[in-house]
């Protein structure tokens, strides 16, 4: 399996489908990686002809915008739009909701307009038209309980293509109180990863894990690098870590197929 | 006649402090920064049909829905009975409506006595949910003091102007069957009649003319003291919901606003202008927000239409793990702040060009609050009127980064990595590393 770069495309004259934007967390991250892993297992799988931009890739810039640092921003920002329109590119699809809400929403008015997809929205096309298949049973007996992040559901209103992969897992899957528009944060988002919580009575990852582990699940699946790191401190803090796995949908199929 | 005149003056009162009173509202809203907010009409009608008039979000929770739809229903038709108290009262004449609409005149009148029933039924609930059963939503640090009083007057008001209506039809309905020239006949009202019946029979005439009067006064007068209340209420969601829903944002949640004096100056460090872009005596401004000037007039808007139902705080992840940060007390500080500053200016304490009171917003908004927001949406979600609490907050945040280079020490590492290596985290490992074991494997 070889991942070849958007400069290599470049100097062989040919153009990806698509182009994977991997994001801090797919890049850095050893959890998060697996994910990454995963997902370019799928593409490999469904024969997509795709290129990543590698050592070109910068932070998308979503943590320094919600935080109100505006100029490291614009830093990033520009400077990954830059790079995406020397590469003329036209699709992106990326496994983290920041980087793909970002690049979605917030760089058209900089000068970055691209068509924008999550991985789970592609995986789901994948599914329909039939370009991979899952085979059944893998999951039989297990509940998978979903949790929504904030920025693929309620800021960016895709609650169905991850039900509609879960579905063709076939597997139990379990919805929690509050899914799809009203589901409740991790705790991640508005670069909340990257600082102590402020004083209060529990932890937001905490009392989301807690309203998930109430439907008993065998498996938490997310769709979100951010929302599975805070949700792994959770389970941990919550003792659960042995009996509750965190999976990215992708990695999901990757074990369904046993790829 | 002596009535007339009495009713005449008592209006033109009214409507002198009412001019005044909301011309003041419509000048605090305008000390915010000018914002063409334009485009779309379309669906912008269509969302003040849905949103405002439809209360389409209100349903997001059901309960609390059907018993605000009473109470707004019962409001929006008794406006057709109070135009005619208005006519009555200017006039001098009695229930002018009755003879000139036939047959639709006991329907309308029936209708809106049994809204009134349904109305004050969901306002004794409301009252419970607030003072007996403390939703707690409803009765959060925030709402201590006025905030709680003002949502218990404006319920026993609703109370008076229902008694009042029931004692004027009631006993006109006693007067209308003891044959009273003056009381023209207005159909059977099924609800009053009843009432009439009940509590009035046996009354003399002259006592029954007296406690009509009495309900009518009683009536207009609390419309009257509703409408000057108003402006200082949070109940002024009643008339700002509908501007304030025209004018909510149509682009993306997740498209934080841009903004273009930094872009312009990034662009300008990395050689993407061309020179003539390029403004070499541009200031650069102090940015985001560190008082209500800064603010646009949008967000003083929403400040004011807020009717602090809560709905946002309930579902806000910092507030529901105990965090001290809520939308809704962000909303009420803009106004309060507001308030204090047109204030400030109308009794020449201060001026409007050179306003300096020595206080901003962060002497309402503590650092502690607009840092715990996780930026989630669900306050934007839960707004049953389109308020947006989440823009303000990113503007004192971009305040503290920008202009004054506070804000949590912890992000600092995270600006760094940014900085230095465009990732968040400080890695020691290039960012494509991740495909080595791939590309490795596919070697061998």
């Known amino acids: 399996m070889k991942v070849y770069t958007l400069e290599e495309f470049a100097s062989n004259n040919e153009t990806p489908e698509i182009v994977f934007w991997v994001g801090c967390a797919g890049s850095f991250d050893s959890r998060a990686q697996r994910i990454t892993y995963a997902f370019v297992k799928i593409l490999n799988e469904a024969k997509i002809k795709f290129a990543v931009l590698g050592n070109e890739e910068s932070c998308t810039g979503d943590p320094a915008r919600r935080s109100g640092n505006e100029f490291l921003f614009q830093m990033q920002a520009l400077q990954n739009i830059e790079t995406l329109n020397m590469y003329k590119v036209k699709k992106i699809v990326t496994a983290c909701p920041h980087c793909f809400n970002t690049i979605k929403n917030e760089y058209p008015v900089l000068g970055g307009e691209y068509e924008v997809v999550h991985h789970t929205q592609l995986i789901a096309d994948l599914i329909k038209e039939k370009k991979i298949t899952i085979e059944g049973g893998a999951f039989e007996g297990k509940k998978i309980a979903y949790h929504d992040s904030c920025y693929l559901g309620r800021v960016n209103g895709i609650y169905e293509a991850p039900r509609e992969i879960l579905r063709a897992i076939d597997s139990e899957y379990a919805e929690v109180k509050r899914n799809r528009s009203k589901g409740f944060c991790c705790g991640a988002g508005g670069a909340q990863v990257f600082k102590e919580e402020e004083e209060g009575s529990k932890g937001v990852n905490i009392e989301r894990v807690e309203e998930l582990l109430d439907v008993k699940p065998d498996i938490i699946a997310a769709n979100c690098p951010f929302c599975i790191l805070m949700m792994n401190d959770g389970v941990k803090n919550k003792g659960k870590e042995e009996d509750v796995m965190i999976y990215d949908i992708s990695e999901l199929i990757v074990q369904a197929n046993k790829w | ?444």
Not at chain 2, 181 to 195: C, E, H, K
């Open chain 2, 1 to 444: 006649m002596i009535q007339q005149i009495i009713f005449i003056s008592i209006l033109l009162v009214v409507g002198f402090f009412a001019y005044k009173s909301y011309s003041r509202i419509y000048k605090t809203i305008h000390l915010g920064k000018a914002l063409d907010i334009s485009g779309d009409t379309g669906q912008r009608w269509k969302n003040v049909l849905l949103v405002a008039f439809g209360q389409k979000k209100m349903f997001k929770r059901f309960i609390p829905a059907i018993l605000h739809l009473f109470i707004y229903i019962a409001f929006l038709f008794t406006q057709i009975e109070l135009i005619e108290i208005l006519i009555d009262g200017i006039f001098g004449v009695h229930r002018f409506f009755a003879d000139k609409i036939g047959f639709l005149y006991p329907i309308i009148i029936n209708t809106i006595e049994c809204l009134s029933v349904l109305a004050l039924i969901a306002t004794i609930i409301f009252l419970a949910r607030r003072n007996l059963l403390k939703i707690p939503r409803l009765v959060k640090p925030e709402m201590k003091g006025w905030p709680t009083l003002d949502a218990n007057y404006i319920l026993i008001a609703e109370i008076f102007l229902v008694i009042g209506i029931f004692s004027m039809n009631g006993a006109d309905s006693m007067l209308q069957k003891a044959g009273t020239d003056y009381f023209t006949n207005t159909g059977n009202l099924v609800i009053s009649s009843a009432i009439g019946g009940a509590i009035f029979s046996g009354l003399e005439i002259s006592t029954l003319m007296i406690i009509e009067r009495v309900g009518w006064w009683l009536h207009i007068l609390v419309v009257f003291g509703f409408l000057l209340y108003l402006p200082i209420s949070k109940h002024l969601h009643i008339m700002l919901a509908f501007p304030t829903v025209y004018f909510s944002k149509l682009t993306s949640r997740g498209e934080i606003k841009n903004m273009p004096e930094i872009m312009n100056e990034v662009k300008s460090m990395m050689g993407l202008l061309t020179e003539q872009e390029i403004d070499p005596n541009a200031d650069l401004p102090e940015f985001g927000s560190k008082d209500i000037f800064d603010l646009s007039w949008k967000n003083i808007l929403d400040a004011h239409t807020c009717t602090e139902c809560g709905r946002c705080t309930s579902v806000c992840p910092a507030n529901q793990t105990g965090k001290k940060l809520s939308p809704r007390k962000i909303l009420m500080d803009i106004r309060d702040r507001a308030t204090e500053v047109q204030i400030n200016i109308e009794v020449g304490a201060q001026t409007l060009n050179d306003y300096n009171d020595e206080k901003s917003l962060f002497d309402y908004i503590s650092d502690e609050e607009i840092f715990a927001c996780t930026t989630c949406n669900a306050c934007v979600e839960a707004c049953p009127i389109m308020l947006d609490p989440l823009e303000p907050i990113l503007e004192l945040r971009r305040y503290k980064l920008l202009t004054e280079s506070a804000g949590p020490s912890d992000w600092l590492s995270m600006f760094n990595a940014l900085e230095s290596g465009g990732s968040v985290w400080q890695m020691p490992d290039q960012r494509f590393d991740w495909a080595k074991s791939l590309n490795e494997d596919s070697q061998n």
